[in-house]
Structure formats: structure tokens, C-alpha cells
């Protein structure tokens, strides 16, 4: 098998468990067409604030966004810590990228020392991760080493998140119940 053969059907498997769990997943070509992905979610579902992280593509992506004017948008980087803060709490859509992905489960990893990074993921109903092709690896076991030097580099507390899903829970009366500790959609854009 080509190693194009064999990109292909790591980006299939990863397609396949995001949508195994009512994930949705697209393959994206560059930050632009993210944020028209965004833009449509917003208008469709009336939303009316969107949250960036604070990490390069989720900034790049701020960037695309921003001069639309449609949507309040804002990031760590662009209010103060207590204006963020409150947008957090009443944002519809939460952006960010993520550190990791993985082809045979589905899920995203994502290392921060800011707690923001972290709520931006966890407080909006909608959450969209953008992953870089070149942080699609086929196993968590793959993934360790890459953890491993992130826990290293760390100067300070760390939080590792690893999402498979919309927020869900069966908790009541064996009934699933989404968004009941977080977001309930998750879509998955797959950059390059």
C-alpha cells in the first residue's frame, strides 16, 4: 500500500468514528474555507457569538472570520481575561484546533496551560475542532510520545484533553442525553 493509500485510509477510519458518534466530520483546504464552514453553522442556528482559542491556526482562523462582521467573535487574545470570560458563558460556538487525532478512535487531544484554550472546548453547545492532516496519527499508543514531550516542555499545570464526542450521558433512565457536560455537536474539520 502507498503511503497515499495509506493517508487516505487513516483519514477514512478517523471519518468514520467522528461519524460513528453523531461527530461531524469535513476535510477542509485551507483556514478561509473554515470560517465559511463556521460562518454557515452561526446563520443556521441564529448564533449570535462565537470563541476562539488562543493557539496559532485557531487565531489564523479569527482572523478569516473577524472582517465578516456578522458574529461577535472574540479569543483570550482579543479582550481582556473577564470580557472573554463573559463571552464564554454566552457563546453559541467555541473554535479551536487540536494538538492530536486519532484515526481508530475518533478522538481529539488537545494540551493547554490556559484554562480558557480548554473552556473554549468544554462551555459552547457547538464545538468545532480544526485538525491539521500532518496531527492525524493512527493510535493513542502513536500519540504517547508526542504527549510525553508536551507534559516535559510544560513549565507549569498542563490539562490534556482527549474529546470522542459530543457531550452525552445515560446516566437517567438509560436514556443518552447530549449536551448534559459540554457541547452537544462536535465537528471535526480536517485541514489539508
Known sequence: MSTLEERDSLVSRFSARVRSVNGYFTRITNVQSASEYVTKIAL???????????????LEFLNEITPRGLLDVSSPTTSS?????????????????VDWAVAETGTL???TSDESNRLVTALPEVH?????????????????????????KSAGPLTI???SSSSRTSDIGDMVILGVHG????????LG
Not at 457541547?183 to 480536517?190: A, D, G, S
Open 44 to 58: 443556521g442556528r441564529n448564533a449570535k457569538r462565537i470563541v476562539v482559542s488562543n493557539d496559532p491556526l485557531s
Open 81 to 97: 481575561r473577564e470580557d472573554f470570560f463573559k463571552s464564554l458563558k454566552e457563546a453559541e460556538i467555541g473554535v479551536s484546533s
Open 109 to 111: 487531544i488537545i494540551s
Open 128 to 152: 468545532v475542532a480544526i485538525v491539521p492532516s500532518s496531527k492525524l496519527v493512527s493510535s493513542l499508543e502513536e500519540a504517547g510520545p508526542y504527549l510525553s514531550e508536551e507534559t516535559k
Open 161 to 163: 484533553s482527549l474529546i
Open 183 to 190: 457541547p452537544k455537536e462536535l465537528h471535526v474539520l480536517l
